[in-house]
């Protein structure tokens, strides 16, 4: 998440206009208003987890936080603003109060993410590519790092951002220091794995230009899946190798989908402007 947050922020506009605000209720808050529906009657069918309405259903945490950092970027999009996003960070760890409703908890976990793409992310991405070694060897490290780290007992609930420190601190002693050297590590891996893909891969292009469908789509599909029983009936030695080609396989199900998804959830002008265009 670290990665996708950062790379979001890459996109990212500074200063918000008329045509901004209408993209953002378009393009974020209605698809995640559908989707939560269709998601909590999905889990009614599947016997998944209960969520509440106010509650992002799951994967779809992402999209209300983006609409959050979206409308809050201009206040952060600088480099103090960067220090004062890690330090809200920090410091909300310490609120009980603060957790999955409207995705707050997560949201101001990854604001640093989203600001330091925003300010730094094309300069980065750029250095890794020049420096590809050198930026390989941090993301190994990175990953590394905090696999050694839960070797020793890091609480896995940290990594989400979903849980203050009371019942999911990185480290119970020092919480806000773990924090943010799991931020630290967490940001390293992101710009180090910059350095790992392709500068040039047509399928990797193609899916990720049809992201949304896949994210949107993804999920459903693995609920009817654990629902079917099917996880049970795989062998564990080949376990890992089977959800990965199932990973692929979803990924390219869904992917023709982006059109009409993008197409539905745009802006009436644009909607338009892409039906003549066409």
Same mark, same amino acid.
């Given at each position: 998440?670290?990665?996708?947050?950062?790379?979001?922020?890459?996109?990212?506009?500074?200063? #918000?206009?008329?045509?901004?605000?209408?993209?953002?209720?378009?393009? !974020?808050?209605?698809?995640?208003?559908?989707? +939560?529906?269709?998601?909590?009657?999905?889990?009614?069918?599947?016997?998944?987890?209960?969520?509440?309405?106010?509650?992002?259903?799951?994967? =779809?945490?992402?999209?209300?936080?983006?609409?959050?950092?979206?409308?809050?970027?201009? #206040?952060?999009?600088?480099?103090?603003?960067?220090?004062?996003?890690? %330090?809200?960070?920090?410091?909300?760890?310490?609120?009980?109060?603060?957790?999955?409703?409207?995705?707050?908890?997560?949201?101001?976990?990854?604001?640093?993410?989203? &600001?330091?793409?925003?300010?730094?992310?094309? @300069?980065?991405?750029?250095?890794?590519? +020049?420096?590809? &070694?050198?930026?390989?060897?941090?993301? &190994?490290?990175?990953?590394?790092?905090?696999?050694?780290?839960?070797?020793?007992?890091?609480?896995?609930?940290?990594?989400?951002?979903?849980?203050?420190?009371?019942?999911? %601190?990185?480290?119970?002693?020092?919480?806000?220091?773990?924090? =943010?050297?799991?931020?630290?590590?967490?940001?390293?891996?992101?710009?180090?794995?910059? %350095?790992?893909?392709?500068?040039? %891969?047509?399928?990797?292009?193609?899916?990720?230009?049809?992201? !949304?469908?896949?994210?949107?789509?993804?999920?459903?599909?693995?609920?009817?899946?654990?629902?079917?029983?099917?996880?049970?009936?795989?062998? +564990?030695? #080949?376990?890992?190798?089977?959800?990965?080609?199932?990973?692929?396989?979803?990924?390219?199900?869904?992917?023709?989908?982006?059109?009409?998804?993008?197409?539905?959830?745009?802006?009436? @002008?644009?909607?338009?402007?892409?039906?003549?265009?066409?």
């Amino acid at each position: 998440m670290p990665l996708f947050i950062f790379l979001s922020g890459m996109f990212a506009r500074n200063r #918000l206009e008329g045509r901004d605000y209408r993209k953002i209720v378009w393009t !974020l808050i209605l698809p995640l208003a559908v989707f +939560q529906l269709v998601y909590i009657g999905a889990s009614r069918l599947t016997g998944w987890y209960e969520y509440s309405l106010l509650t992002p259903y799951w994967l =779809l945490w992402f999209i209300a936080s983006m609409v959050i950092w979206r409308l809050v970027l201009p #206040l952060f999009a600088s480099p103090a603003g960067l220090v004062a996003a890690v %330090a809200v960070a920090v410091a909300a760890g310490y609120d009980d109060g603060i957790g999955y409703t409207l995705s707050l908890s997560r949201t101001l976990y990854f604001l640093p993410f989203f &600001v330091l793409g925003h300010l730094y992310g094309a @300069q980065l991405v750029a250095a890794a590519r +020049q420096r590809p &070694v050198a930026f390989a060897l941090m993301f &190994v490290g990175s990953v590394g790092a905090v696999l050694f780290w839960w070797k020793l007992g890091l609480n896995a609930g940290a990594l989400t951002g979903s849980r203050a420190y009371a019942s999911g %601190a990185a480290d119970a002693d020092y919480p806000a220091i773990a924090r =943010l050297g799991l931020m630290a590590l967490g940001g390293s891996a992101a710009v180090g794995f910059a %350095a790992l893909v392709p500068a040039r %891969a047509a399928m990797l292009g193609w899916l990720g230009e049809r992201s !949304l469908a896949i994210y949107l789509l993804h999920g459903l599909v693995v609920m009817a899946f654990v629902a079917s029983g099917a996880p049970a009936l795989i062998p +564990q030695v #080949l376990l890992l190798p089977v959800l990965a080609t199932l990973s692929v396989l979803v990924a390219l199900a869904t992917a023709p989908a982006d059109g009409p998804m993008r197409r539905l959830f745009s802006p009436p @002008q644009a909607a338009w402007s892409r039906m003549v265009s066409a």
